[in-house]
């Protein structure tokens, strides 16, 4: 599972995720309010917090999709992975 820092930043940038619901690996994060300026808004806090840099071939609409997939490929990409594997 993620770390602290992870879930804040995530948190962070759903406006419809209520405080007191716990987030799930597959909590779709398009329906708690995230857009595309969110995505590059939250793109930045993952960057600078865990100070990595994503890749071109991790800026997809499903690597934002679900918070398990997102930490998926932030933990590759911490490991020195180009992207974690399938």
Same mark, same amino acid.
């Not at 804040?8 to 619901?21: Q, V």
């Given at each position: 599972?993620?770390? !602290? !820092?992870?879930?804040?930043?995530?948190?962070?940038?759903?406006?419809?995720?209520?405080?007191?619901? !716990?987030?799930?690996?597959?909590? %779709?994060?398009?329906?708690?309010?995230? %857009?595309?300026?969110?995505?590059?808004?939250?793109?930045?806090?993952?960057?600078?917090?865990?100070?990595?840099?994503?890749? %071109?071939?991790?800026?997809?609409?499903?690597?934002?999709?679900?918070?398990?997939?997102?930490?998926?490929?932030?933990?590759?990409?911490? %490991?020195?992975?180009?992207?974690?594997?399938?």
């Amino acid at each position: 599972m993620w770390d !602290q !820092q992870f879930e804040e930043i995530i948190r962070s940038s759903l406006p419809f995720l209520p405080a007191d619901e !716990q987030l799930l690996p597959d909590l %779709d994060l398009r329906d708690h309010g995230l %857009d595309s300026l969110g995505i590059v808004e939250l793109l930045v806090s993952l960057e600078g917090g865990y100070e990595v840099k994503f890749v %071109d071939d991790a800026l997809t609409a499903e690597t934002f999709s679900t918070p398990g997939v997102l930490w998926k490929t932030l933990s590759g990409l911490r %490991d020195g992975d180009s992207l974690p594997a399938a």
